[in-house]
Structure formats: C-alpha cells, structure tokens
C-alpha cells in the first residue's frame, strides 16, 4: 500500500468513526427525548409534614419498630440501588380523557391518577381524584376570566381546542398546575389517553380478564334490555369496546366506579405481564405513541416496561380515599350553571397527597396484604 493510499484509507476511517459517533449520539439523543411538551411545572417547595387529624384510623406512617420519641443514633443507610436503570421515584399525572376523536384538541380529563413508580422497593401506587372536585384554574383568568371549574375541565381548557391556555404542557399541563395549586402533586411526567386508543390497546393485547366481586348494573330505568350495561359478579373475558364501557359505568357512584376502573388496569397489567403478550410490549408500546398525550421519553417507557414485568400483584397499589372526607353540593358555575361537585377539606387532601409522595401512605405495613374491609386505605392487583 502507497502512502498516498494509507492517508486516504486512514481520512477514510476518521469520517466512518466520525459518522458512527454522530449516529449514536443521534440514537441516544431520541432515546432520551420526550415525546411530548413537556409539564415544566414550577418548583415546589413542601410545608412541614404535620400530623394526620383523628378522621382515619387505619393511616399509620411510622413503620413498625420507629421510635416515637427521643434522637436516635446516627446510623449509616446504605443508598438502595434502583433497577432497571430509573430513578428512584417517579411520579405520572395519567388522564383518561372522555374524547372519542383520534386527536386531543379537546375531551375532558375524565380519570385523573397520579402514580407513583418506585424503582428501589419496588412498587407502583396510584392516587384517584374525583373529576367533579371543584378548583381553582391557574393561567387562564387573565385571558378569560375563568377562574375555577371542575379538576375535569382544566385539562380540556389546556388543549388547543379552545386555546384558554398557552402555557406548557397542553392539556396536561394545566392539569398539573391546577393539582399543584390545589393539592400540592408534583408529577414528573404524564400520559393522556382518550377512549377510542384505550379501546385499541385493549385489543392489541387480545381482550382482557376481569375478576368482579360485585355485579354493576349500569342501566338506567327505561332501559330493562340493554344486557351491554350489567357486568355480573364473576369473571368476565372483555373486548376493548366491553372493558370501556366497564370503566365508564357509574350506577353506585364515583368511587366504586374508580374501584371498577381498577379491575380493567389490572386486567390490562395481567394481560401485558403474560407470556403470549410480554415480547411483544415494545411494539404494542410503539404502535400507539402517536395516539397517546405523553412527555415520557422511549428510554423512560423502556424502564416503566422492565419494571412492569418485574412486580406482583401486590406491588399495585390503589389507594382509596376516605369517602367521608368528600359531600356532595352544587355550585353556580359562570360555564355549567348549577352543577354538582364534590366539596371537601382541601388541606386535608393536600395532607394526604403529600404522604402519597413521601411513600408514607400507605405506610408499608399496609400493602404487606389485601383486606376486604369496604373503607379500607388500599386494593391490590391480586
């Protein structure tokens, strides 16, 4: 070889390396990159944790063994390691959305869930709002004059449907406001499905199984033959179309709808977790990131993916609010008129969201089991 070739052949290697390094750092760019606006959520700075008022007796946030009193004796805590490459914690704001259109121009945030994804016990703990809490609205007064509404419709004025609001995040992201303002939740991130991609998903995976304890009889009185609207007590075999109507029927109220919704995810995490399906969760996953709301990155849907195969049923934990704490009202709303909502003690639920943050509600001695008590804190995949 001349020296003439060998320079040549070595500008040659330098540009293939050079273009090697390029795509890599390309690939692991659009790995890491959100697929979605991001929350951008201001920084929160937490109040002093105080003590729960006598009104829940079950809570109890000192594991078994921690001293009540006195100063304990400085120890060395070794850092726990994390699995599946995530952080220690992250929390989700996921909205399932009432709109039926393949876009998300509008559509109210009918279920509203902050989970939380522990990467170190590991658990996943997710915290139900009831759409009809009535709140105040952040960053749209100014433009117009809208200042509170149902938690529901602050992710349909955040969509550019209406264009109330040019903040970040879209739809979500005055959803997260209005939640940071209310109740103090910080999440890290957030997916938004509407009914019609949740049907999809439903039968991209092969239906799901659903275990009822109870049956739930969604017809109303004129309605004696619509069987579509009775799910008896028992196990039920769901199509998409049949696991949406499920999640959608309220005939006992918004909380045992909540507990009903519960049911299909465990239904849908069962299905996902089985061997016929398991492989075939990145593809599921990439054939429906264009039809979801998210600022998850493809490397953060592949750590919540390890870890989902990766948990028991009792590492899903639902909490349950105290039913007590909420009474019904009406208000005159300037948008609905007299309309219903749910009243409560929004310090206490601030309260309880921030022990949801901390990890200390539920306390750990309480998702050890199931309990079949009606009012207790938690339920479980299981």
Not at 73 to 87: A, K, L, M, N, R
Not at 222 to 227: G, S, T, V
Request: glycine share 8%; net charge negative.
């Amino acid at each position: 070889m001349t020296r003439a070739q060998k320079i040549i052949l070595s500008f040659l290697s330098i540009g293939i390396l050079s273009l090697c390094a390029l795509v890599a750092q390309t690939a692991y760019t659009l790995w890491q990159k959100p697929l979605g606006p991001a929350l951008g959520l201001p920084t929160n700075t937490r109040k002093p944790f105080p003590t729960f008022p006598a009104t829940w007796t079950p809570l109890a946030f000192l594991p078994p063994g921690h001293p009540s009193t006195g100063t304990p004796e400085p120890t060395f805590t070794p850092v726990p390691s994390t699995i599946c490459g995530g952080p220690p914690v992250m929390t989700i704001l996921a909205i399932g959305t009432d709109s039926r259109s393949d876009n998300y121009l509008y559509g109210l945030g009918d279920v509203t869930r902050l989970v939380r994804v522990d990467f170190e016990t590991p658990r996943v703990t997710i915290m139900s709002f009831p759409r009809d809490l009535y709140v105040e609205i952040p960053d749209i007064s100014t433009h117009y004059g809208i200042t509170h509404g149902k938690l529901n419709q602050s992710y349909l004025y955040g969509n550019p449907g209406f264009g109330y609001y040019d903040g970040p995040g879209l739809g979500p992201g005055l959803m997260a406001r209005t939640l940071a303002l209310n109740f103090g939740a910080q999440p890290d991130q957030y997916i938004a499905v509407n009914m019609r991609t949740f049907t999809k998903i439903v039968d991209a995976v092969g239906g799901i199984t659903v275990d009822l304890p109870i049956t739930i009889d969604g017809r109303a009185a004129d309605q004696p033959n619509r069987d579509d609207l009775v799910f008896r007590a028992g196990t039920h075999y769901l199509n998409g179309k049949e696991a949406l109507q499920l999640a959608r029927l309220r005939p006992y109220g918004v909380f045992e709808r909540a507990k009903a919704q519960n049911h299909v995810l465990c239904g849908l995490y069962d299905k996902l977790i089985s061997p016929s399906v398991v492989g075939d969760i990145p593809d599921i996953i990439s054939s429906f990131e264009d039809n979801v709301q998210t600022d998850l990155s493809p490397a953060q849907i592949s750590q919540l993916s390890c870890l989902g195969t990766q948990l028991t049923g009792a590492d899903i934990v639902f909490l349950n609010w105290p039913e007590d704490i909420f009474e019904g009202t009406r208000v005159d709303d300037p948008v609905l008129g007299r309309t219903f909502i749910w009243d409560a003690d929004f310090e206490l639920l601030r309260l309880y969201v921030d022990a949801f943050a901390r990890g200390e509600w539920p306390a750990p001695a309480q998702t050890t089991s199931s309990t079949s008590d009606e009012d207790a804190p938690t339920s479980f995949c299981e």
